[in-house]
Nanobody, 113 residues
Framework: VQLVESGGGLVQPGGSLRLSCAAS????????MSWYRQAPGKERELVAT????????YYANSVKGRFTISRDNAKNTMYLQMNSLRAMDTAVYYC???????WGQGTQVTVSS
């Protein structure tokens, strides 16, 4: 089982990034998936969740209206489109399968001018 995040980087406040999570080794289309993040000195927190076929999503209040979670089961990939980024969004972002509890290694997002 492998989950590999990519797409992180340094962006100015108000900018956008698109994170990807490439999955392998399990039946991706049968699993709900989530994005989490962990800022320095803080606990890991849930950012967004999507059901197995993408019919339902959940967002933390702090990102609602700015972030969009999606998935392409044909490509075994989940995405997180992040718009209107703020300094408070700076964190390591992780993808996680809800069933099975598999985690990726994380990708750093830094929002700074």
């Amino acid at each position: 089982v492998q989950l590999v995040e990519s797409g992180g980087g340094l962006v100015q406040p108000g900018g956008s990034l698109r994170l990807s999570c490439a999955a392998s080794g399990f039946a991706f289309s049968a699993y709900g998936m989530s994005w989490y993040r962990q800022a320095p000195g803080k606990e890991r927190e849930l950012v967004a969740t999507i059901t197995s076929f993408g019919s339902s999503t959940y967002y933390a209040n702090s990102v609602k209206g700015r972030f969009t979670i999606s998935r392409d089961n044909a490509k075994n990939t989940m995405y997180l489109q992040m718009n209107s980024l703020r300094a408070m969004d700076t964190a390591v972002y992780y993808c996680k399968s809800i069933e099975g509890g598999f985690w990726g290694q994380g990708t750093q997002v830094t929002v700074s001018s």
